[in-house]
């Protein structure tokens, strides 16, 4: 017996209609496979409804009823795409001369699914698939990713809009590449991203994102990684927006001598809920994951982080390491983090370690006795928490714009004290 | 010139220090022995306001300013510093960030300019030297990793740059072998100047062989029970406290 319920028909649900009421504007399309891909994706969805808490990945978001409480209607979604161009283009119109690769990828089932029978907004992502983008970029393309620009990809939500987005990439053979997504947007919409990344032998992708959605919006999205050997994935994500936010990470080490390195910064206030849920399945031997994450929590905020190394029997001389790291700020903010290890081979170096507090009671007034006024003292220390990650990002650019964020993050938490005490008073 | 009056204060409802009188005259170095437990932890806390630690009664004034209605950053602007018996360690917080945020915070307070980096950099570089501490511990985070030496070192170090009026120096001597003592006290002499005060906190004599007090006092069951000059500490070297012991058994 597997202690993780599978999907059962009991947890059917008639909350499908919450993603597909519109989706029927956008049939017929020109290309036969997209229209099956739709229609499949439709029923798949009509049969198993959105993921309820029932469900053991979903058990701390609850999306359905996030969702019941907007009013959205489906549109264009609003992507801009700059920087470093070169191989990148949006799908065709109609989808007519779409490569076959980029066809592959997207009939492909989703992550896990077989598994844990969840993967349902990956089928929202389908039963929607019109906007997006492809990123190719061919064998032994170098870069040095300090000099020259990384492709930015900004995402703009506007009120009241459903939208959907499928990004696909496919870094061949040693080539280095290094994406940036930047999201944002005012008012109350749901964007829902699917990327799914592949990596050829020797081929290195960044992958960063800065998740500043309005604090009314949700965002949802599924990020599938196939790396074979001697890749490197590095991802770094900041979050400090959205109402509901879910990212979730699924890679798949399928060649020998690849790293991955997973990491990312929360800081949350409000009503604030962001779930990160990272699977890394470990196929192939000599391989190494990194899953790190800093969070901090203020007001009523809610954080969730589930994280999973799971190294298949081959996946001999594995190095694991996962560490999640939260601070609360206020007594009222929630953290659930749920670190799991899953591990069949007998010769791997496993790692995972959870930790959550508030700040330092001995460290805030040693700093004070030095004549740092108390919201000055913490800020230096969650910065020094946040930082630990921080650092580890390699582009430098990417670096110095998170910790523009972070200071920003900083500064607004001690002006709404100001706030407070004057409302108090 | 500190003048501390009739001080009560209690941790969770307990009271320590009952009724503590103590003056120190500009330029002074004052020293305070006593058993364990007498509350000498206690009256560097309840000056440098730390949190659990109930003012009941009496006053602290620090040339006429009340400090004790000040939050403890406000104390440190007004000229009091504390070198604490265990030196938090910070990680993520770089030694030079931490001087420099203290410092400018103290020199804006005071109605000074504040320091650029390099105005920062030059002063830490210079008080580093006139102090023998080797400057290669600015460049970790505060106290991490450091030896007992560095850490009592670096206390010496931001008390010199924070230059304050009035230096409470709690139980400096712990956990120091007598190399690192030596250091530590030659940096508080060097710092000794007419406008500045000391109270030197001690459980044993030896650190006073350093570091020469004008007076001595000894503290237990919360109150200055005697008074006298440095023969004092002497004195207890020999007898020890059961003296005071006593009296208070009897």
Known sequence: MSAIAKFQPRYRNDNAALALKEQAVLQPSSAEWVNALRLRAVASLNETGLPTQKLERWKYTNLPAKLKKMDLTYKDADITLSGMTDYAYSFPKGFSGFPSFAQEMIEQTPPSNEKYGDMMLWQAGNAYLKDGFIVDVPADTKRNSKAVKALEVTYTGHDGAQTSVRQIIRVAENAEFTLIEYQLGAGSYWNNVVTQIELGQGATFKHYRFQENSDAAVITQNTHVMMAGNAEYEAFTITTGANLSRNQVHVDINGEHSVARLNGVNMLDGKELADTTITVEHHAPHCRSFQNYRTVVDEIATSVFQGKIHVHKPAQKTDGYQMAKSLLLSGQATVNTKPELEIYADDVKCSHGATTGRLDDDALFYMQSRGIPEAQARNLLIEAFVNEVVEEVTHDDVKEQATHIISQWLHNLSSDDGEEAQWLE | ?250
Do not use: W
């Not at chain 2, 945020?101 to 030297?129: F, P, Q, S």
């Not at chain 2, 690192?180 to 030659?186: E, M, Y």
């Open chain 2, 1 to 250: 010139m500190i003048k501390i009056k009739n001080l009560h204060a209690e941790i969770d409802g307990t009271e320590i220090l009952k009724g503590l009188n103590l003056t120190i005259g500009n330029g002074e170095v004052h020293a305070i022995m006593g058993p364990n437990g007498a509350g000498k932890s206690t009256l560097s806390y309840v000056l440098s306001g730390r949190d659990g630690y109930e003012v009941t009664d009496g006053t602290a004034t620090l040339d006429g300013e009340n400090i004790l209605d000040m939050s403890p950053d406000e104390r440190a602007a007004a000229g009091l510093f504390l070198a604490f018996q265990y030196p938090v360690e910070i990680p993520g917080v770089q030694m030079t960030t931490f001087l420099k945020t203290a410092l400018n915070a103290v020199r804006k307070a005071r109605g000074e300019d504040e320091l650029d980096a390099i105005g920062l950099l030059k002063l830490m570089k210079g008080t580093c030297k006139k102090l023998g501490i080797s400057d290669h511990m600015m460049k970790r985070a505060v106290n991490v990793g450091f030896s007992g030496g560095e850490k009592k070192r670096n206390e010496v170090l931001q008390m010199a740059m924070l230059e304050p009026k009035f230096a409470v120096l709690d139980e400096t001597d712990s956990g120091l072998d007598i190399d690192a003592l030596k250091i530590v006290a030659d940096g508080v002499n060097a710092l000794r100047a007419q406008d500045r005060s000391f109270l030197v906190i001690t459980h044993y004599q030896r650190l006073l062989d350093y570091i020469k007090p004008d007076k001595v006092h000894v503290l237990a069951k919360g109150q200055i029970v005697k008074s006298g000059g440095p023969e004092l500490a002497l004195e207890l070297e020999e007898k020890g406290y059961a003296e005071f012991a006593q009296e208070e058994a009897a």
